[in-house]
Every structure is written in structure tokens, then in C-alpha cells.
């Protein structure tokens, strides 16, 4: 099935560490992205992992993969203010097209 | 600017009425996609080019939808006799060729349709 979920909506402090889970269902998945949406603007893609790692850090990144329990995370160290935005997870999938399944959009919100 | 560029940015129309969003892909892209996105809600994949060819639809493409890449450059996404369940943000990506390596969909700032 092509089925990823996130929960909708998050809430941190600024400089506190935030973390956007995501599900999901299909296991031939190869890719899995993590894309930033601000209002207004198109996505911007902020990292991806290759489904046999587990773990992948790029500054203040960090993305998680549990490929038994189809769980991906995205953990923002220090989060700032820049950083409010909706938060999308997305499977590749391989074939003509290797088009991107997105799930349905983590809101974060930062607080001073 | 060398990013993907769509246009218009926003439409109005009445239902029942035809619309035409263009496309302009990163140059040297031949892989071209449409997606779109409905209020609170990721994207979704429409259709797929390879240089002219479109090699894939997804099946929300209805028949009153086409798009077309005449000379492997820009898009075109036509919708036909508009719904107001039409109304929604029409995202285009694009990818550079197979085998440089590169697995990121670089995506346009969206037109965003509402059909009144």
C-alpha cells in the first residue's frame, strides 16, 4: 500500500530539540525524504535516507529509520524560530516514474 | 534564477471553465512531474515526463485533465470544465537525467487554482 502518516501539529520551544515522526506502510520503499513547506513557497527538501541505514545526521538534522517498524523520524536540534514551517515525510518508489509519496504534513510551530 | 518556475502563481475561475498552467523546468532536467496538493494535505502525484513522453498517470487524472511536454522542455496542465474539487496547489518537479546520481525532486513555488 502507499500510505505514510504523520500527526499534524507540533510545539516547541526555541532552542529546545524537536521531533516529527512519520509512518509508513510500504517496505520496497528505497528512499525516504523529509521536505520543508513555508507558506507561500514550494517544498525544499532537507534530507533523505537510504532504507538499509538507519541513521543519518546533517548539522542540525538527525534522521532515524526503524525499517522493522516502518518509522521514520526527524529530530531539529536548537530549534529556531526559521524553522516553523509544515514538515512532510515521503517514500520514493522505484519504477518508471519513481515518483514520491508524501504523507500528510507535520505543522511545527516554534515559541519564544 | 535556475530554479523550477511555474505560472501563473494563482487562478481564479468559475466552474466549468477551462485553465492551463505552464511549467518551466531546471534546464538541463528531462524528468518532469506534476503533483498536486489539496488544502491540508501532502502532494500527490499526477503524471510523469520523460523528455516528451509521458510515461506514467496516476488514476486521479481524470479525462477532463491533460498535460503535455511538446519539446521536452516546459509543461503544459490543462483542466477542462473545472469542478470546484478542482481547487487545489499544482506542483511541478523536476529531476536531472538518470545515472548523475542525484535523487532530489527539485519543486516549483505551485500555482494555486480556486474554482469558484
Known amino acids: 500500500g502507499e500510505d505514510v502518516e504523520q500527526s499534524l501539529f507540533l510545539s516547541v520551544r526555541e532552542g529546545d530539540s524537536s521531533v516529527i515522526n512519520c509512518t509508513y506502510t510500504?517496505?520496497?520503499?528505497?528512499?525516504l525524504y523529509w521536505y520543508k513547506q513555508e507558506p507561500g513557497a514550494g517544498l525544499q527538501l532537507l534530507t533523505y535516507i537510504f532504507s538499509n541505514m538507519d541513521m543519518k545526521q546533517d548539522q542540525r538534522l538527525t534522521v532515524l529509520l526503524n525499517k522493522k517498524d516502518k518509522h521514520l523520524s526527524l529530530r531539529i536540534a536548537d530549534t529556531q524560530t526559521g524553522d516553523s514551517a509544515i514538515y512532510f515525510c515521503?517514500?520514493?518508489?522505484?519504477?518508471?516514474?519513481?515518483?514520491?509519496?508524501f504523507g500528510t504534513g507535520t505543522r511545527l510551530q516554534v515559541t519564544l | 534564477d535556475t530554479g523550477v518556475s511555474q505560472d501563473p502563481r494563482h487562478k481564479i475561475t468559475k466552474r466549468g471553465q477551462n485553465v492551463t498552467f505552464r511549467c518551466d523546468p531546471i534546464s538541463e532536467h528531462n524528468r518532469l512531474y506534476w503533483y498536486r496538493q489539496t488544502l491540508g494535505q501532502g502532494p500527490e502525484f499526477l503524471t510523469y515526463?520523460?523528455?516528451?513522453?509521458?510515461?506514467?498517470k496516476s488514476r486521479l487524472l481524470s479525462d477532463r485533465f491533460s498535460a503535455e511536454r511538446p519539446k521536452g522542455s516546459f509543461s503544459t496542465l490543462e483542466i477542462q470544465r473545472t469542478e470546484q474539487g478542482d481547487s487545489a496547489m499544482y506542483l511541478c518537479a523536476s529531476r536531472p537525467p538518470a545515472g548523475t546520481g542525484s535523487l532530489e525532486q527539485y519543486f516549483g513555488p505551485g500555482t494555486r487554482l480556486t474554482v469558484t
Open positions: 515526463f520523460q523528455n516528451e513522453a509521458q510515461l506514467e
Open positions: 515521503a517514500e520514493l518508489y522505484t519504477g518508471t516514474a519513481s515518483k514520491l509519496t
Open positions: 510500504d517496505s520496497s520503499s528505497t528512499y
